[in-house]
C-alpha cells in the first residue's frame, strides 16, 4: 500500500523557516491536487496550502505570503517552505494527495515555534 512519508518538522524559534517534504513510497495514479493540512491541540484540521494540477495554488490567509507550496516534476514530492514562522504556527502537519477515488495521508510532523 502506498504510503505517504513526510520529513522536515521540528522546533523553530519565531522568525525562523522549516522546509517540510512529503514522498511517496510507490507510484499514485490520477493526482489532481497535493496539499498541506496541519491540526493543532483542540482545534479542526485546516488547509494550509493546496496545489492543483494546473499549476493553482490556495493558502490560508494565515499563512499567505509566508508559506509557499511546490512540487517535483514527477509529482512524487510535495513541499511546504515556510517563513517567519510564528507561536500560533505550532500544529501537526499533514501532506494529502487527492485523486479521484482516493485521498492519501501522511502521518503527520510536528511543528512547534516558541522563544
Known amino acids: 500500500q502506498v504510503q505517504l512519508v513526510e520529513s522536515g518538522g521540528g522546533l523553530v524559534q519565531p522568525g525562523e523557516s522549516l522546509r517540510l517534504s512529503c514522498a511517496t513510497s510507490g507510484s499514485i495514479f490520477g493526482i489532481y491536487a497535493m496539499g498541506w493540512y496541519r491540526q493543532a491541540p483542540g482545534k479542526q484540521r485546516e488547509l494550509v496550502a493546496r496545489?492543483?494540477?494546473?499549476?493553482?495554488?490556495n493558502y490560508a490567509d494565515s499563512v499567505k505570503g509566508r508559506f509557499t507550496i511546490s512540487r517535483d516534476n514527477a509529482k512524487t514530492t510535495v513541499y511546504l517552505q515556510m517563513n517567519s514562522l510564528k507561536p500560533e504556527d505550532t500544529a501537526v502537519y499533514y501532506c494529502?494527495?487527492?485523486?479521484?477515488?482516493?485521498?492519501?495521508w501522511g502521518q503527520g510532523t510536528q511543528v512547534t515555534v516558541s522563544s
Open positions: 494529502n494527495f487527492q485523486t479521484l477515488h482516493i485521498d492519501y
Open positions: 496545489l492543483s494540477n494546473d499549476g493553482g495554488t
